[in-house]
């Protein structure tokens, strides 16, 4: 039988891999930075966790994992099994008695499941980040996997709008790391709802905010007929395109939005909220917000959000991409589980879209291609000692190195250095030997000298 893999999943080869977790270490060295702490949680959740949290569509997408067999269950079961077994797609795996747990659907529902029931022994305002694979039983096509990472970082237990401040600054300076141009847009639900009251629609304020949403795939044209089919009126949609187009600077866009919203008191608590997250986040990150941009036709999952909303895109001209990164505040989410009040505010990282556009823009470091930066050709023999000994030096010099492990011909060693993609291949023959020296070959630019063995170990560990 000729091997795969299931469909929606992938391999990942050892550059690949490299580069994804060149990615990780770029983002966990900045969440450790702002104060974050790691956390893990199961791969399977029990099914009563996930489901009901999603939504109808998100209940049809979580992997169900059938239990394990009749030793689950005691005797009396047995009969009640074998019948559900005819009638199990129809109940769409719904019984206990054929499955109690599934994969995890995403991060932020275990996240909450663990608050709650940690919330005696975690200290609160809890900083938590995140990077675990995820799986959904969608249909797979181009960018939607059934298994997939996602990236989280979120703080739970305080409502000072310092923590979006933060997570704001964790984005700057984690796409300035990775040598990402991007925007990051922010909006506050508050501020949508006030938009909606602005044009005298605050019943129809979702039907409003999911039109906007679109202006970016259909332009204004295409929203403007989307909202006339949801009932708006012509004065009512000229109100909304005024202040969709409102330009300038985000503090000359929040003094247009606080004259339109001057008789909407959720309107402008919603600009205040904007204004003192960009306050903040001077602060945090000691300079403007250059690359922040308040959009108020963004709207982010309105169910779920309840304060300021973020969304980040690659601003470089070439790349044609959607969001590589979105969160905002969650009033209530540790609710769902019995947990009252705890609100929370989080972000999370595209992983598979931030890889592609790197991809895209040949920006990953080009060091990433191979594990080990020289390979030592072994001739065999004394000279097999002997590069052993270069190879121990070259490793407690913090060296990635590594030697061929047979004496096979000199063509087939230099194919396979070449094929890895080694930036430098040392040489230790009879005469270098004898020298004390090595060959030193740089594959990048061709050129070879002879080396004293210190003089290369101290070279290398330079570089």
Same mark, same amino acid.
């Given at each position: 039988? /000729?091997?795969?893999?299931?469909?929606?999943?992938?391999?990942?080869?050892?550059?690949?891999?490299? $580069?994804?977790?060149?990615?990780?270490?770029?983002?966990?060295? +900045?969440?450790?930075?702002?104060?974050?702490?790691?956390?893990?949680?199961?791969?399977?959740?029990?099914?009563?966790?996930?489901?009901?949290?999603?939504?109808?569509?998100?209940?049809?997408?979580?992997?169900?994992?059938?239990?394990?067999?009749?030793?689950?269950?005691?005797?009396?079961?047995?009969?009640?099994?074998?019948?559900?077994?005819?009638?199990?797609?129809?109940?769409?795996?719904?019984?206990?008695?054929?499955?109690?747990?599934?994969?995890?659907?995403?991060?932020?529902?275990?996240?909450?499941?663990?608050?709650?029931?940690?919330?005696?022994?975690?200290?609160?305002?809890?900083?938590?980040?995140?990077?675990?694979?995820?799986?959904?039983?969608?249909?797979?096509? &181009?960018?939607?996997?059934?298994?997939?990472?996602?990236?989280?970082?979120?703080?739970?237990?305080?409502?000072?709008?310092?923590?979006?401040?933060?997570?704001?600054?964790?984005?700057?300076?984690?796409?300035?790391?990775?040598?990402?141009?991007?925007?990051?847009?922010?909006?506050?639900?508050?501020?949508? *709802?006030?938009?909606?009251?602005?044009?005298?629609?605050?019943?129809?304020?979702?039907?409003?905010?999911?039109?906007?949403? /679109? %202006?970016?795939?259909?332009?204004?044209?295409?929203?403007?007929?989307?909202?006339?089919?949801?009932?708006?009126?012509?004065?009512?949609?000229?109100?909304?395109?005024?202040?969709?187009?409102?330009?300038?600077?985000?503090?000359? &866009?929040?003094?247009?939005?606080?004259? %339109?919203?001057?008789?909407?008191?959720?309107?402008?608590?919603?600009?205040?909220?904007?204004?003192?997250?960009?306050?903040?986040?001077?602060?945090?990150? @000691? @300079?403007?917000?250059? !690359? +922040?941009?308040?959009? +108020?036709?963004?709207?982010?999952?309105?169910?779920?959000?309840?304060?300021? +909303?973020?969304?980040?895109?690659?601003?470089?001209?070439?790349? $044609?991409?959607?969001?590589? =990164?979105?969160?905002?505040?969650?009033?209530?989410?540790?609710?769902? #589980?019995?947990?009252?009040?705890?609100? @929370?505010? =989080?972000?999370?990282?595209?992983?598979?879209?931030?890889?592609?556009?790197?991809?895209?823009?040949?920006?990953?470091?080009? *060091?990433?291609?191979?594990?080990?930066?020289?390979?030592?050709?072994? #001739? @065999?023999?004394?000279?097999?000692?002997?590069?052993?000994?270069?190879?121990?030096?070259?490793?407690?010099?913090?060296?990635?190195?590594?030697?061929?492990?047979?004496?096979?011909?000199?063509? /087939?060693?230099?194919?396979?250095?070449?094929?890895?993609? #080694?930036?430098?291949?040392?040489?230790? =023959?009879?005469?270098?030997?004898?020298?004390? &020296?090595?060959?030193?070959?740089?594959?990048?630019?061709?050129?070879?000298?002879?080396?004293?063995?210190?003089?290369?170990?101290?070279?290398?560990?330079? !570089?």
């Amino acid at each position: 039988m /000729k091997p795969s893999i299931p469909q929606g999943t992938r391999d990942f080869s050892p550059e690949v891999v490299r $580069k994804r977790q060149y990615i990780f270490g770029v983002l966990r060295t +900045i969440f450790e930075l702002y104060g974050f702490q790691p956390l893990e949680t199961p791969a399977m959740e029990n099914l009563v966790t996930l489901t009901g949290k999603y939504g109808e569509e998100g209940d049809r997408l979580i992997f169900k994992v059938l239990n394990n067999g009749l030793h689950e269950k005691n005797e009396k079961d047995k009969d009640k099994l074998n019948a559900e077994w005819q009638t199990m797609l129809d109940r769409a795996y719904t019984s206990p008695v054929v499955t109690e747990r599934a994969l995890r659907y995403d991060l932020t529902i275990p996240f909450a499941r663990y608050v709650v029931m940690h919330q005696n022994e975690l200290a609160f305002p809890f900083r938590r980040y995140q990077m675990q694979p995820v799986w959904r039983a969608d249909r797979p096509q &181009k960018g939607r996997y059934r298994e997939f990472w996602q990236c989280d970082a979120d703080v739970v237990g305080s409502t000072s709008l310092l923590n979006e401040a933060e997570l704001l600054g964790i984005y700057d300076l984690a796409f300035q790391r990775l040598g990402l141009p991007v925007v990051i847009k922010i909006n506050s639900r508050k501020l949508l *709802q006030g938009l909606a009251v602005m044009c005298g629609y605050p019943e129809k304020m979702m039907e409003i905010t999911v039109a906007l949403d /679109k %202006l970016d795939k259909i332009g204004w044209t295409g929203v403007t007929a989307e909202l006339e089919q949801r009932g708006i009126d012509a004065k009512a949609i000229g109100q909304l395109e005024m202040a969709i187009m409102e330009n300038g600077t985000n503090s000359e &866009k929040l003094d247009a939005y606080e004259r %339109l919203m001057a008789n909407s008191e959720i309107g402008m608590a919603g600009i205040k909220e904007l204004r003192d997250t960009l306050a903040y986040y001077e602060g945090v990150r @000691g @300079g403007d917000a250059a !690359n +922040i941009s308040v959009d +108020i036709s963004l709207a982010r999952g309105l169910n779920y959000y309840t304060g300021v +909303i973020v969304e980040v895109v690659c601003s470089h001209p070439d790349v $044609k991409m959607g969001s590589i =990164g979105g969160g905002g505040r969650y009033d209530d989410l540790t609710g769902l #589980f019995g947990l009252k009040g705890l609100s @929370g505010v =989080g972000i999370s990282f595209g992983i598979d879209r931030i890889y592609d556009v790197l991809e895209e823009l040949n920006a990953f470091p080009a *060091q990433l291609a191979t594990g080990a930066r020289v390979m030592i050709v072994n #001739f @065999g023999g004394e000279n097999e000692k002997y590069g052993l000994g270069i190879l121990r030096q070259l490793r407690e010099q913090g060296v990635a190195a590594e030697i061929y492990p047979e004496a096979a011909k000199f063509d /087939k060693q230099m194919k396979y250095a070449n094929k890895r993609g #080694f930036e430098f291949v040392m040489l230790p =023959g009879d005469d270098e030997r004898a020298a004390g &020296k090595v060959g030193l070959k740089n594959f990048m630019t061709g050129v070879q000298q002879l080396i004293d063995v210190a003089s290369a170990v101290s070279m290398l560990s330079e !570089n």
